[in-house]
C-alpha cells in the first residue's frame, strides 16, 4: 500500500504538474519524455531531486549503497588510492554526491591512510542536495574539508579518478516503441482530460541493433548518458572513470523478452512502473546500457579497463578484509555491542554482494586514459568483453 503523499506534498506536486502542463500546451500538446523526466526530477524547487524530500534511507524512497553503512566507500577509497598513487593523478571528482556520505567516507579512509587527494570535485546538479552534501562535509576535520570544492559544471581537465554511483541511472531517457513495419516511434508526455499520460510522437533515429525488437517491444534510450562519457572523457588528461550502476551490456538490455523496457518509480520503497504518478515526490530511473557508455568511451579514445558485478568488484577491493579490520577493532567492546557489530556487517555485506541483492544487477565499470594496469577491483573478475562486439 502507497503511503498517501500530505496534504503540502500534493500542492508540491500539483505546482509542478501546473508547470509541466503548461509546458505540453506550449510545445502544442506533446513533449518526449526526456522534457518530462528533466521537469519531473530536476526542475528547479520543484522536481524530486531538487526539491526538499528525503530520498535516501530508510525514511525515503529508495536505498544507495554508501546510505547502507561503510564497506562500500572503504573499497571505492582502495581504488581510488591506487590511481591517486600514479603521477599527474592527484584529484578526485565525484558526480551526483546524494547525501555527501560516499565523499565524506572515502576522504575519512584516505586520511587513515595518509593518502588524501590535492581536491576532491563535486559536481551535483540539485541544490537541495548540495546543501546536505556541504553540511556532510563539513563535519570532517578541516585537513579533509578544505579540499573539497562544488563544481555546476563538468571541469575542463580533470586528472585522477572520477566516481559516480547511481548517476547514469537517474538521467533522462527517450522512451520508444517498436510500430508496424518495424518503424520505432518516439513515445511521449500528453494530457488526456488533464491527466498525464503517453502518446506516441514522430519517428525516432535509434542505432541499428534496436532493429530487431518485434512489434509492440518497448523500451529506453539515454543519448545523455553518452553525450556525458564523451564530455567527462575528453576532459579527462590522466585517469580513470568509475561507474557503478544497475544495468546490463545492450544484448542483455534490449533483449526481445524485456519488451516492456526498464523503466521504474520509487516511492517510499514501492517499486511501480506509473512515471505519472505523483510527479516531484518520487524517483524514475531505468537500468544503464554498459555497452552504450562503453562505445562513447571508446569513441572519446578510452581504455575499457573494467567490467563487473558490483559483487565481484567489491570483494576484489577487500571488502572482507575490511570486515575482519572491524571486527578486530570492536574485539575490547562488551559482548552485546560486538555481536551487534558483527550481524550488522553481515547484514551489509549481504545487502552489497548477494545476487539477489545488490551484487549481481549492479555492476562497476572503469575506463581510462593513460592507464594500462586492470584496476584491482577487477582481478576476480573481468568481463569486459561482453560490452563491445568488437
Ligand atoms: C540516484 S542519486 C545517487 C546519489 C549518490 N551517488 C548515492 O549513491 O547515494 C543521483 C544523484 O545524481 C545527481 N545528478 C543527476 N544528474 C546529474 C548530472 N548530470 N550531474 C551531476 N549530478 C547529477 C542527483 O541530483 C543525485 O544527487
Known sequence: MFVEPDISMRQHSDELRHLINETIDKHGGWIGFDQYMQMALYEPGLGYYAAGSQKF????????????????AYCIA????EVLKLE????????????????????????????LPNRYQIVETSADLRARQESCISELGSDMSVRVEWLDTIPPSISGIVIAN???????????EIADGGQCVELGVTLKDQNLGWQ???SLDLPDFFTECAQGYQSEWCP??????????ERLQRGLILLIDYGFPDFEFYHPDRDQGTLMCHYRHHAHSDPFFWPGLQDITSHVDFSALARAGKNAGLELLGYCTQGDFLISSGILECVQKRIEQSSNDEEEKQIHEQLSLAAEVKKLTLPHEMGELFKVMAMARGIQQIPNGFTRSNKRHRLLND
Open 57 to 72: 534511507g530508510v525514511e525515503g524512497d529508495f536505498v544507495t549503497a554508501p546510505t547502507i553503512g561503510q564497506l562500500f
Open 78 to 81: 582502495n581504488q581510488c588510492e
Open 200 to 202: 506516441r510522437g514522430s
Open 88 to 115: 599527474g593523478c592527484d584529484s578526485i571528482l565525484e558526480f551526483g554526491a546524494g547525501t555527501g556520505d560516499l565523499a565524506a567516507q572515502i576522504l575519512q579512509n584516505l586520511a587513515e591512510r595518509n593518502q
Open 224 to 233: 545523455q548518458a553518452a553525450a556525458w562519457v564523451n564530455t567527462v572523457a
Open 166 to 176: 547511481e548517476l547514469i541511472d537517474a538521467m533522462p531517457f527517450k522512451r520508444f
